[in-house]
Nanobody, 122 residues
Framework: QVQLVESGGGLVQAGDSLRLSCKAS????????LAWFRQALGKEREFVAT???????LYADSVKGRFTTSRDNARNTISLQMNSLKTEDTAVYYC????????????????WGQGTQVTVSA
């Protein structure tokens, strides 16, 4: 099993920045790919960003150029730096992990954190 714990959510204003973190523990040798998803109220969970153990990244078009993800393999952590936040970024943000290759499909990730709320006010 892998346990994921997110932190860093909060309430900010549009245009502000926020940094989320996620720490993995347990069978971390299976966390080749770490990812961020988000789910707004009444909407489906959507892909935000992902990063492999070697540092390859992929971003959703909606956050490209504003969000940056990074990982520290020694500490089994992943971060999401969110800049120029918009009201439409408001959602619960989840950290997820899987083995093998990059995927943007939430259903392909077996391990999930509990989520952290990000609220962006106008």
């Amino acid at each position: 099993q892998v346990q994921l714990v997110e932190s860093g959510g909060g309430l900010v204003q549009a245009g502000d920045s926020l940094r989320l973190s996620c720490k993995a523990s347990g069978r971390t040798f299976t966390t080749d790919v770490l990812a961020w998803f988000r789910q707004a109220l009444g909407k489906e969970r959507e892909f935000v960003a992902t990063i492999t153990r070697s540092g390859s990244t992929l971003y959703a078009d909606s956050v490209k150029g504003r969000f940056t993800t990074s990982r520290d393999n020694a500490r089994n952590t992943i971060s999401l730096q969110m800049n120029s936040l918009k009201t439409e970024d408001t959602a619960v943000y989840y950290c997820a992990a899987r083995a093998a290759y990059i995927s943007t499909a939430a259903t392909s990730y077996p391990y999930w954190g509990q989520g952290t709320q990000v609220t962006v006010s106008a």
